[in-house]
Antibody
Framework: QVQLVESGGALVKPGGSLRLSCAAS????????MQWIRQAPGKGLEWISY???????HYADSVKGRFTVSKDTAENSLYLQMSSLRAEDTAVYYC?????????????WGQGTLVTVSS | EIVLTQSPGTLSLSPGERATLSCRAS???????LAWYQQKPGQAPRLLMY???SRATGIPDRFSGSGSGTDFTLTISRLEPEDFAVYYC?????????FGQGTKVDI
């Protein structure tokens, strides 16, 4: 069965950096677009990035130039390198898989990992 | 980017009642690429509907979706206790994808 397990969330100071990981299993990783979506406390969902099966990437304007998505197909792992973190980046970060053949329609989500940016 | 506006913000209903949730887009959504997700407290969202009116795998038929262009609706015909949650619409036809702000269905 498909499983997505995020890790790496932590408390970090403004201006700091953090790397999130997502371990994927139960499907051929290279066949799918993988996403990062976040949810600030008590707020809605915000798409922030994807990486395609061919490793093309795309970012929301809110994180462009600060966040970098990457993956290790051999390890079935997805990463999000976050830098220049701001208070408004505080959120639960979800790793998610898009439906095969689609860039953005999500069929599986991880359980999320909390990133708190505060001094 | 396409802005999705959901209404109402909160829907207070009882089990057995019908719920009608609205999602309005700032511009026409390509090919009715509109999805609905359900999220319960402390959980990740779950895909309910895609293509405006197709149910995802395992979703009961009390959930239905309709609409096209800029106006879409999610209907829950008879609310079950497990349906009380927050519902989000998402357009996935135009990059970047965007989500509505959510409608909370509570008792």
């Amino acid at each position: 069965q498909v499983q997505l397990v995020e890790s790496g969330g932590a408390l970090v100071k403004p201006g700091g950096s953090l790397r999130l990981s997502c371990a994927a299993s139960g499907f051929r990783f290279s066949d799918y677009y993988m996403q990062w979506i976040r949810q600030a406390p008590g707020k809605g969902l915000e798409w922030i990035s994807y990486i395609s099966g061919f490793t093309s990437t795309h970012y929301a304007d809110s994180v462009k130039g600060r966040f970098t998505v990457s993956k290790d197909t051999a390890e079935n792992s997805l990463y999000l390198q976050m830098s220049s973190l701001r208070a408004e980046d505080t959120a639960v970060y979800y790793c998610a898989r898009a439906v095969r053949g689609n860039s953005y329609l999500i069929d599986y989500w991880g359980q999320g990992t909390l990133v708190t940016v505060s001094s | 980017e396409i802005v999705l506006t959901q209404s109402p913000g909160t829907l207070s209903l009882s089990p057995g009642e019908r719920a009608t949730l609205s999602c309005r887009a700032s511009q026409s959504i390509t090919s009715s690429y509109l999805a609905w997700y359900q999220q319960k407290p402390g959980q990740a969202p779950r895909l309910l509907m895609y293509g405006a009116s197709s149910r995802a795998t395992g979703i009961p038929d009390r959930f239905s979706g309709s609409g096209s262009g800029t106006d879409f609706t999610l209907t829950i015909s008879r609310l079950e206790p497990e349906d009380f949650a927050v519902y989000y619409c998402q357009q996935y036809g135009t990059s970047p994808t965007t989500f509505g702000q959510g409608t909370k269905v509570d008792i």
